[in-house]
Structures are given as structure tokens and as C-alpha cells.
């Protein structure tokens, strides 16, 4: 079992950056792929980002493809997600999943964290 919790959201302009971290509890953090999931008021979650156990492999949604980057620390058990450039589209709640696949296919991920709203303002 795996405890995540997000941290790093906020209220920003667009064109700004953020970076939001993920802390994991448990000793098993570097086995799971984890992955970065946005839902925005009236829509369906969304995925967003996510990174292979190794953190070698990656894979994004195109809208976030040049802005996001996803990485791992597994020393810190964190994954992070640096946001450059986010635009008032990027507004949604933003959660941290870890799941035993890199998959694009959020209800696939185990086990979540409570989210952190991230808010762009134009």
C-alpha cells in the first residue's frame, strides 16, 4: 500500500510555473509507475503525465507536451511535476496516482492522493 500526498499548487498568471511534488509513504514507492491526473470543474479527470518506475521512460498528453516535465526521486519517494508556461486551460484539481503499469488510463491507477488545485489565471 502506498499513502500519497500532493503539494506545490496555487494561484498563478498564465505563462508562469509551478512545480508540484508527490510524497509517498511505504517502501515500495520505486516499484510503482506513477502518474499525474487533473480534473477540472464539470469535466472528466484527465491524465496528464506519467513515469516508469525507473523514471526512464515518460509519457504525456499532447496539450502539456513542451511544458511539463515529470520526474522521480526515489531516494525521496517524490514525484514531481514542473509546469512552465500553463495557460487558464491548465486550471484543474491535480492529483498524484501510483499504479503497477505506465498508463495513459487514470481508473487503472491503485492508489491516489487528495489533490492540489492549481489555478491560471489569464
Known amino acids: 500500500q502506498v499513502q500519497l500526498v500532493e503539494s506545490g499548487g496555487g494561484l498563478l498568471q498564465a505563462g508562469g510555473s509551478l512545480r508540484l511534488s508527490c510524497a509517498a509513504s511505504?517502501?515500495?514507492?520505486?516499484?510503482?509507475?506513477m502518474g499525474w491526473i487533473r480534473q477540472a470543474p464539470g469535466k472528466e479527470r484527465e491524465f496528464v503525465a506519467g513515469?516508469?518506475?525507473?523514471?526512464?521512460?515518460?509519457i504525456y498528453t499532447d496539450s502539456v507536451k513542451g511544458r511539463f516535465t515529470i520526474s522521480r526521486d526515489n531516494a525521496k519517494n517524490t514525484v514531481y511535476l514542473q509546469m512552465n508556461n500553463l495557460k487558464p486551460e491548465d486550471t484543474a484539481v491535480y492529483y498524484c496516482?501510483?499504479?503497477?503499469?505506465?498508463?495513459?488510463?487514470?481508473?487503472?491507477?491503485?492508489?491516489w492522493g487528495q489533490g492540489t488545485q492549481v489555478t491560471v489565471s489569464s
Open positions: 513515469i516508469g518506475w525507473t523514471g526512464r521512460n515518460t
Open positions: 511505504g517502501r515500495t514507492f520505486s516499484s510503482y509507475a
Open positions: 496516482a501510483a499504479g503497477g503499469r505506465l498508463i495513459r488510463t487514470p481508473e487503472l491507477y491503485d492508489y
